[in-house]
């Protein structure tokens, strides 16, 4: 029986710690400290680190974890991360037998060049860095806007209860611009009130699922004819052309307060 751990790191980072209960194995750890704080509370052993894309608030932590931990160290084949020590693409699969655990590579371009997603398939859990996230999805540092929503249709194509453990939180602002792009979309608005409630509660709204993602998701719903014709009546775009308004959306989204 495995779990995930949520710890939070910096501003609005979530660093994820798979584990059975002795072993475990960590998702982005950009910090290694509280990584470290996690692993002595619950009195968990690294047993391995997987990375998604190259951004230091995802692999910072990894130096100072392999000088008290030496273990396995997967990530993308593509994305120039020097401490990775087993490569991977789509297509790959990891399976790991402390914690008990096979993950199946995904290759979501856009955010990076190299960025890759981990689906638990058994478990239905999806760790897709700074791909989707909830309500929105990374920015374009590498990758064109036909691959960031190629890539995002693969992750739509998961099963609809699967848990998308995005690595930050950066939810309610998304959805903010969900609902200025979608204003009559119901799903969205009683979103917004959850997500919010959570928030004022102090927790997580991390993880998603993909069938929330897909109800009220601007990025994943681009091809909505509501969208396209506020992000045309909104002068954005000229055209209903799918890629279009995605792309659309991404260079809107990048100016949206
Ligand atoms: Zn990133
Ligand atoms: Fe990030």
């Known amino acids: 029986m495995l779990n995930v751990l949520t710890v939070p790191a910096f501003q609005d980072n979530y660093l994820w710690l798979i584990h059975d209960g002795t072993h475990a194995a960590a998702v982005d750890p950009g910090d290694a400290e509280p990584i470290l704080a996690a692993l002595d509370a619950h009195g968990l052993s690294l047993a391995a680190i997987l990375l998604t894309h190259h951004h230091a608030d995802h692999v910072g932590g990894v130096p100072a974890l392999l000088a008290r ?8 084949r593509n994305d120039g991360i020097d401490v990775v ?5 789509g297509g790959d699969q990891v399976v790991l037998d402390r914690p008990a655990l096979r993950l199946e590579v995904i290759d979501v371009p856009g955010h990076t060049r190299g960025h890759i997603a981990y689906h638990a398939p058994e478990q239905g859990w999806l760790f897709c860095g700074d791909t989707l996230f909830a309500g929105g999805c ?13 890539s995002l249709m693969k992750l739509a194509g998961l099963p609809e209860q699967t848990q998308v453990f995005c690595a930050h939180e950066y939810t309610l602002s998304n959805l903010r611009f969900a609902a200025a792009v979608e204003p009559g979309n119901e799903a969205l608005q009683e979103r917004i009130r959850a997500e919010q409630a959570k928030r004022d509660a102090g927790q997580p709204t991390v993880p998603t699922t993909v069938g929330l993602e897909k109800a009220t998701n601007p990025f994943l719903r681009y091809a909505e004819p509501a969208i396209a014709d506020q992000m045309i009546a909104a002068g954005h775009v000229s055209s209903r052309e799918p890629i279009a308004v995605f792309a659309a959306l991404r260079a809107w989204k990048n100016v949206f307060r």
Request: aromatic share 8%; hydrophobic share 35%.
């Open 69 to 76: 931990h030496s273990v396995p160290v997967f990530g993308p």
């Open 85 to 89: 020590s087993r490569t991977l693409t």
């Open 138 to 150: 990374g920015r374009l540092f590498e990758g064109t806007p036909e691959q960031m929503a190629a």
